[in-house]
Each structure stands twice: as structure tokens, then as C-alpha cells.
């Protein structure tokens, strides 16, 4: 139900520029973040948990995984659609509550939406502009 009310306010933004927000944090932040995006009326964003491997590893956080043979910390991703104009405070919202200032707190990237498609109906959202 949570997806379905996502997907029906991105295909309800027509003739919008849209961007879409994937955030990398680290996941003991996760419920500081989510509660500052509610109390700020953005409800709606899809969460996904992973393993950070890369480069940097939390010397307080490693640990070795029976899936992946070498140290890693667990990372969540945060991803939403918004409207251009509100990418600014959701930034803010993300570096404020999801930042530690140690080293490994994560990465934001905006894109921009080209266009939605509901599966349920294959209806087309064409109307949305590309951002230049």
C-alpha cells in the first residue's frame, strides 16, 4: 500500500520536473532521517538495506559476512521522487541527520526523472520535464 501511494504521487506530478533522491547512510541513522523527512511532510520513500564495500571501512563497524568474504558495514539506501523545488530541503534534512562526521557516513545522488510508467495500467507519464 506504502508503494502504491509512492507510485501514484509520481504519476500525479504531471508537467513537473521530478529528481529522484538515492541516499546511502549509515543504517544507525535511519530513524533520526525518517523521522525529520515525516515531520517534514515527506512521507514517502523506499528503503532498502545493504553492505557498504568499498574503499573505507568503519574500524568500530567491521565486522566479516558469511555472504561476502571480506569486511564490510551495513549501509541503507533511501530513494525517493520529489519535485525539484523540495530537493533542497531533503538535502538538508539527509546531511543534518545522517551525518556522524566520521568518515564512512555515506553519499547522496540527485537524477532526474525522465518520465513514469504505472504498471498496474501501463499508463505513461510522460509530462514530466527533464531538468537542464
Do not use: W
Request: with cysteine; glycine share 6%.
Amino acid at each position: 500500500m506504502f508503494f502504491m501511494t509512492f507510485l501514484s504521487q509520481l504519476i500525479n506530478q504531471k508537467n513537473k520536473v521530478m529528481k529522484e533522491i538515492k541516499a546511502f547512510i549509515r543504517k544507525e541513522k535511519l530513524n533520526e532521517v525518517a523521522k525529520h523527512l515525516k515531520e517534514n511532510q515527506f512521507c514517502c520513500f523506499t528503503v532498502f538495506e545493504g553492505e557498504g564495500v568499498g574503499d573505507y571501512i568503519d574500524p568500530e563497524t567491521e565486522f566479516p559476512s558469511l555472504n561476502f568474504p571480506f569486511l564490510h558495514h551495513k549501509v541503507v539506501k533511501i530513494e525517493m521522487v520529489i519535485e525539484k523545488e523540495k530537493v533542497d530541503k531533503i538535502l538538508d534534512i539527509l546531511t543534518k541527520h545522517a551525518q556522524t562526521g566520521k568518515r564512512g557516513d555515506g553519499l547522496i545522488y540527485v537524477s532526474n526523472i525522465d518520465f513514469s510508467v504505472r504498471i498496474k495500467t501501463g499508463e505513461h507519464n510522460n509530462g514530466s520535464h527533464v531538468a537542464q
